[in-house]
């Protein structure tokens, strides 16, 4: 049986008890950073449990290496980092090929920041666009235009080092006064919610010496 396992994006009280429970009984655990893995394990005082790193960069190989184990009528859970493994990580080709095989994909809810901060954006969420990272250079004018004739409410995650890029882009195809939300180090001590326009929110993030974390970006 493969599990998707959700894990917290900062905040550890943020783990279910089913996904505690579900680590504990696996056999394996696939995961993006070994050593990020375990620390939430050694956390949550889980005994040791065999690691397989599997990421955007692996090689197919990975991907088989995990597939035998299950063939072999062993558990596996799947995580991420943070938050919700296949929301823009690699695993679609590895829950693909599993349910090829007939192996049972069970979901472990929740932790997604896609969701968390939508909740808390003051704009519509009964029909919103999910569309993760941008693409850096190749069809990101031509997404961009599409975008400014969409209705719905749009959420992109976008990293520290593209971040005033996006914004600047943002302002260019569609206005300075356009109302978006920033959210910065997500459940984390210092998180922070803006919702300001467009040009507010590059005025204030310019100011700042040096810009860290990654964000969720709501218009």
Same mark, same amino acid.
């Given at each position: 049986?493969?599990?998707?396992v959700s894990?917290?994006?900062?905040? !550890?009280?943020?783990?279910? *008890? ?5 680590l504990k009984e696996?056999?394996?655990?696939a @995961?993006e950073d ?5 620390m *939430? ?5 889980i005994?040791?449990?065999p690691?397989?790193s599997y990421?955007?960069?692996s090689?197919?190989?990975? !991907?088989?290496?995990i597939?035998e184990?299950?063939k072999?009528?062993k %558990?596996?859970?799947l ?5 919700t493994?296949w929301? %823009?990580?690699?695993?679609y080709?590895?829950?693909?090929d599993? !349910?090829?095989?007939w192996?049972?994909?069970?979901p472990?809810?929740w932790v997604s920041? @896609?969701?968390?901060?939508?909740s ?9 666009l999910y !569309?993760?990272f941008?693409?850096?250079?190749k069809?990101?004018?031509t997404l ?7 209705e719905?409410?749009?959420?992109i995650y976008e990293?520290v080092?593209? =971040? ?7 302002r260019?195809y =569609?206005?300075? &006064?356009?109302?978006?939300v ?6 984390k001590? =210092?998180?922070e919610f803006k ?9 204030? =993030?310019?100011? &700042? ?11």
């Open positions: 049986m493969l599990y998707i894990t917290p994006i900062w905040n !550890l009280e943020d783990i279910t *008890l089913r996904a505690i429970r579900t696996v056999d394996v655990i @995961c070994t050593r990020v893995t375990w *939430l394990l050694k956390h949550f005082e005994e040791k449990k690691l397989i990421h955007s960069h090689k197919v190989s990975k !991907l088989d290496k597939l184990v299950l072999e009528w %558990s596996v859970a995580v991420s980092d943070a938050g493994p929301i %823009s990580d690699p695993w080709a590895l829950v693909r599993a !349910l090829s095989e192996i049972k994909v069970v472990i809810p920041a @896609c969701i968390t901060a939508i808390a954006s003051w704009m519509p969420m009964h029909h919103f !569309l993760g941008l693409p850096v250079k069809g990101r004018q961009f235009k599409k975008l400014q004739n969409k719905e409410t749009v959420v990293s080092h593209r =971040f005033m890029k996006t914004l600047w882009d943002i260019e =569609f206005w300075e &006064e356009h109302k978006i920033v959210w910065r180090e997500l459940t001590m =210092f998180e919702r300001w326009t467009v040009s507010e929110i590059i005025d204030y =993030f310019e100011t &700042e010496w040096k810009i860290k974390w990654e964000f969720v970006i709501i218009f």
